[in-house]
C-alpha cells in the first residue's frame, strides 16, 4: 500500500524521529545517490520560497529530479470537484483537466507527487475538507506529499529538528504558540501543525490568541489535547499574554485568520486590529526562562516580532528554515529510496 505524508498525525511519534535522525544524519553528509533514476513532481498552486528551494535542491543532493509545475500558468488549470455519488462534474469552466487525469499520468512518470494548496478563504467548512492533496492521495498510485494545505507537516518536522538541537529531550518542556498581528488574515495550517507536532512529542502546551475566535479548528484542538494527556501533559488555553508567555522554554509565533469570520475577513478587521499588543518582544520574552523564539518565516519585522527578538542568540527561526532541506531529504528517502 503506498504511504503518504499528508499530516502527521498519520505517523506515530517513532516514526518521526526516525525521521529527524536520519535528517541529522544528512545534515552532516548531505550529498547521496539513493534517488538516482527517480522523479519528483512540485505542485505549487501558491508561491514558495522555502519549500520550492528546499524541495528541489533535495532532490537533486540525493541525485533525483524534481519537475516543477504550476497548474493554472505553467501547467493546466485542474478540476477537483467530485459529486457525492462518485461522478465528476460538466467541465465547463476554466479548468482543462481532472485530478483524477492528472493524478494517474503523473504517478505513470514521477516516483512521488508534492502538493501545496493554500485555502481558498471563502468557506471553512470547503477548505477543512483539504480536498486538493486528498484527491491527489486519493488518485495517485505513488507517495503524495503535502507542501502546505491546511497544515504543513514538513514544516513541523522542520521546527521539532530545530528544538531537539537546543533543548535535547522535549518531554515536559513548556511551548506557548502564540497569536501575533498581522495586517491580513492568513492560513492556519503553521499553527495548527506546530500545535500537534508540540503536543505529539511531549511538551506542555499553551495556545496564546486574542480571544476565543481565534481558536484553531476543534480537530486539532482535540488530537492535541488528546497526544498531551496521552504523554501526561496538557494543552491550555490562554487570551492573556503574561499567562501565555509565563514558564515557556519555547514561544512560537504564527499570525492567522479567525476562523468563525472565515470569508468575512472585513468583519473580522476590528479585531485583528485591537489586538496589535501581541506582537512578540523583548518584554514578553523576559516573563519566559531565556525561551527559545521562532517562527515558519517569511515574518514581518517589528509587526510580528520586534528586531531585538529576531536578533537575538534565542532566535532560532533560520535554523528551522535551514531543517526543511534535512528533513524533507529524510521523509523523501524513507518514501522513494532505492
Not at 545534515?27 to 522555502?50: C, D, T
Not at 518536522?157 to 522535549?170: H, K, P, Y
Not at 509587526?303 to 532566535?315: I, N, Q
Request: hydrophobic share 40%.
Amino acid at each position: 500500500m503506498t504511504r503518504h505524508f499528508l499530516s502527521t498525525l498519520d505517523w506515530s511519534r517513532a516514526e518521526l524521529q526516525g525521521l529527524l535522525d536520519d535528517a541529522r544524519a544528512l545534515q552532516k553528509h548531505p550529498i547521496g545517490r539513493e534517488l538516482e533514476g527517480k522523479s519528483v513532481a512540485l505542485l505549487f498552486f501558491n508561491p514558495s520560497l522555502r519549500t520550492r528551494t528546499t524541495f528541489e535542491l533535495g532532490v537533486h543532493q540525493l541525485g533525483g529530479k524534481a519537475i516543477v509545475l504550476e497548474p493554472g500558468k505553467g501547467a493546466w488549470p485542474i478540476e477537483f470537484a467530485e459529486l457525492l455519488d462518485g461522478s465528476t462534474p460538466v467541465m465547463d469552466g476554466d479548468a482543462e483537466e481532472h485530478v483524477r487525469e492528472v493524478a494517474k499520468v503523473l504517478s505513470r512518470y514521477v516516483d512521488a507527487i508534492a502538493v501545496r494548496a493554500f485555502p481558498k478563504f471563502q468557506r471553512w467548512e470547503d477548505d477543512r475538507k483539504d480536498s486538493v492533496v486528498q484527491a491527489f492521495a486519493r488518485h495517485a498510485t505513488v507517495p503524495v506529499i503535502n507542501m502546505e494545505t491546511i497544515t504543513h507537516p514538513c514544516q513541523e518536522l522542520a521546527l521539532l529538528m530545530a528544538l531537539q538541537e537546543r533543548l535535547g529531550a522535549t518531554d515536559g518542556k513548556r511551548f506557548t504558540l502564540t497569536w501575533t498581528y498581522h495586517p491580513r488574515p492568513l492560513n492556519t495550517a503553521v499553527a495548527n501543525s506546530a500545535l500537534i507536532i508540540a503536543a505529539k512529542f511531549g511538551f506542555d502546551v499553551t495556545l496564546l490568541c486574542p480571544s476565543a475566535d481565534y481558536l484553531l479548528d476543534e480537530r486539532y484542538l482535540k488530537a492535541a489535547e488528546d497526544m498531551c494527556r496521552h504523554h501526561g501533559r496538557a494543552l491550555k488555553i490562554t487570551h492573556d499574554p503574561k499567562e501565555g508567555y509565563l514558564g515557556a522554554d519555547v514561544v512560537y509565533a504564527k499570525s492567522w485568520g479567525a476562523l468563525p469570520f472565515f470569508g468575512r475577513w472585513d468583519e473580522e478587521k476590528p479585531q485583528r486590529e485591537a489586538a496589535r499588543h501581541f506582537m512578540v518582544d523583548a518584554a514578553k520574552m523576559a516573563q519566559t526562562p531565556n525561551a527559545l523564539f521562532s517562527h515558519c518565516l517569511p515574518v514581518r519585522r517589528n509587526v510580528k516580532v520586534t528586531d531585538e527578538v529576531l536578533d537575538s542568540p534565542r532566535a532560532i527561526h533560520i535554523d528551522e528554515a535551514e531543517n526543511r532541506l534535512h528533513v524533507q531529504k529524510a521523509l523523501l528517502r524513507r518514501l522513494i529510496a532505492r
